[in-house]
């Protein structure tokens, strides 16, 4: 690791953001949004994150400095009313041409005939406009993460109308654009005699480019790092990784309570089996009456959660799509506990309190 960075990551209080089960490639698309538009879309800079990718999981960080410039740039704004207005409308309007764009693409894969190169002119259009679109649907949960490291809860219940507002009308649009980012993907690797699993740890710039290095994306197979540093975004793997990886864990701030305990988005009891899901591949496993036990629910689980009694999770606020979809569905849930899935485990029976934010074990398993 060289010296300037190991400085950067030094210098810096770093805060588990999310931990998700997201694809590098997805996380890269994603990384490059916040560099190319989140000060022209939101304007300020989104510089704070380190995403480490170990077994499949990404483990996402922001730096308590880098998420209070954040927050600060919202502060300083004088008529937030009258931004939250622009932004709303600026959803709505990006909203209607991605899903044109959407269609447009959908039409143009019915044809299974394509060529490489036409493969290639569809990812990069779908790359553009996920990135065209990314940073309005991110925007409430990223502000409400760095007003809350501030102190400054009082300030997301102030605005909270406007933040959930913007995540209801954009949160499932990334589900469709990921859905056919995955179908050209499978089609590129094919003509590229490269597994699905394998491109999905490509950045985009190396697919665009026709750089796929079947020896590096091994590499970040195992541990790969994405990190985004004076606006620039920049990859490690191998080696450089496992060291940043090390070091990120000794500078993270440390959970010391085995007390679940976070915050109630809709209110009741409820009783039953936990399921705790780290991975999407493993939704299916959910059974009728079980309490889901997960890091964080996405638009993707919204079908799996008919079946629960009550939703626990480790992050989240009340943007977060927990937060919407348990009071559209009318779920206990609670969220932001940060360590249930660590000590949760699948069988143990729990009793979701809703009310009070607080979760109890009846009985572990086995």
């Given at each position: 690791?060289?010296?300037?960075?190991?400085?950067?990551?030094?210098?810096?209080?770093?805060?588990?953001?999310?931990?998700?089960?997201?694809?590098?490639?997805?996380n890269?698309?994603?990384?490059?949004?916040?560099?190319?538009?989140?000060?022209?879309?939101?304007g300020?800079?989104?510089?704070?994150?380190?995403s480490?990718?170990?077994?499949?999981?990404?483990?996402?960080?922001?730096?308590k400095?880098?998420?209070?410039?954040n927050?600060?740039?919202?502060?300083?704004?004088?008529?937030?009313?009258?931004?939250?207005?622009?932004?709303?409308?600026?959803?709505?309007?990006?909203?209607?041409?991605?899903?044109?764009?959407?269609?447009?693409?959908?039409?143009r894969?019915?044809?299974?005939?394509?060529?490489?190169?036409?493969?290639?002119?569809?990812?990069?259009?779908?790359?553009?406009?996920?990135?065209?679109?990314?940073?309005?649907?991110?925007?409430?949960?990223?502000?409400?993460?760095?007003?809350?490291?501030?102190?400054?809860?009082?300030?997301?219940?102030?605005?909270?109308?406007?933040?959930?507002?913007?995540?209801?009308?954009?949160?499932?649009?990334?589900?469709?654009?990921?859905?056919?980012?995955?179908?050209?993907?499978?089609?590129?690797?094919?003509?590229?005699?490269?597994?699905?699993?394998?491109?999905?740890?490509?950045?985009?710039?190396?697919?665009?480019?026709?750089?796929?290095?079947?020896?590096?994306?091994?590499?970040r197979?195992?541990?790969?790092?994405?990190?985004?540093?004076?606006?620039?975004?920049?990859?490690?793997?191998?080696?450089?990784?496992?060291?940043?990886?090390?070091?990120i864990?000794?500078?993270?701030?440390?959970?010391?309570?085995?007390?679940?305990?976070?915050?109630?988005?809709y209110?009741?009891?409820?009783?039953?089996?936990?399921?705790?899901?780290?991975?999407?591949?493993?939704l299916?496993?959910?059974?009728?009456?079980?309490?889901l036990?997960?890091?964080?629910?996405?638009?993707?689980?919204?079908?799996?959660?008919?079946?629960?009694?009550?939703?626990?999770?480790?992050?989240?606020?009340?943007?977060?799509?927990?937060?919407?979809?348990?009071?559209?569905?009318?779920?206990?849930?609670?969220?932001?506990?940060?360590?249930?899935?660590?000590?949760?485990?699948?069988?143990?029976?729990?009793?979701?309190?809703?009310?009070?934010?607080?979760?109890?074990?009846?009985?572990?398993?086995?």
């Amino acid at each position: 690791m060289e010296k300037d960075i190991k400085e950067y990551l030094e210098n810096q209080h770093w805060v588990k953001f999310v931990t998700r089960d997201i694809p590098f490639i997805r996380n890269s698309i994603i990384i490059n949004a916040y560099v190319e538009g989140y000060k022209k879309d939101i304007g300020w800079r989104y510089d704070c994150g380190v995403s480490i990718f170990k077994k499949g999981i990404a483990n996402i960080y922001r730096s308590k400095e880098g998420t209070s410039l954040n927050a600060k740039g919202f502060l300083e704004i004088e008529d937030k009313k009258a931004f939250f207005e622009r932004i709303i409308k600026e959803t709505e309007s990006i909203r209607e041409k991605t899903l044109e764009n959407i269609e447009i693409c959908e039409n143009r894969l019915k044809n299974k005939e394509l060529k490489y190169e036409e493969l290639l002119d569809i990812f990069n259009f779908l790359y553009s406009t996920f990135k065209s679109f990314w940073n309005f649907q991110f925007f409430p949960m990223g502000l409400e993460f760095s007003l809350n490291n501030i102190g400054k809860q009082d300030v997301v219940l102030k605005y909270k109308r406007y933040m959930v507002d913007i995540r209801e009308q954009s949160q499932y649009i990334t589900v469709k654009l990921e859905n056919l980012i995955d179908i050209v993907l499978k089609r590129i690797a094919r003509t590229k005699n490269l597994s699905y699993e394998l491109i999905k740890y490509a950045a985009p710039i190396e697919i665009i480019n026709n750089d796929l290095n079947k020896t590096v994306l091994n590499q970040r197979k195992e541990t790969s790092v994405q990190m985004v540093r004076n606006n620039k975004y920049l990859v490690f793997q191998g080696k450089e990784a496992k060291e940043i990886d090390n070091l990120i864990i000794s500078l993270e701030e440390k959970i010391s309570s085995e007390e679940i305990k976070g915050h109630s988005v809709y209110k009741g009891k409820a009783e039953g089996i936990a399921r705790v899901i780290l991975y999407r591949r493993d939704l299916d496993k959910i059974r009728k009456g079980e309490i889901l036990i997960t890091p964080m629910t996405e638009a993707f689980y919204t079908p799996y959660l008919k079946k629960v009694k009550g939703i626990i999770t480790n992050e989240g606020g009340i943007t977060c799509h927990a937060a919407i979809i348990s009071r559209e569905m009318k779920i206990p849930c609670i969220i932001g506990t940060r360590n249930a899935t660590k000590i949760l485990k699948t069988g143990d029976l729990v009793e979701v309190n809703a009310k009070d934010g607080i979760v109890k074990i009846i009985k572990k398993a086995g």
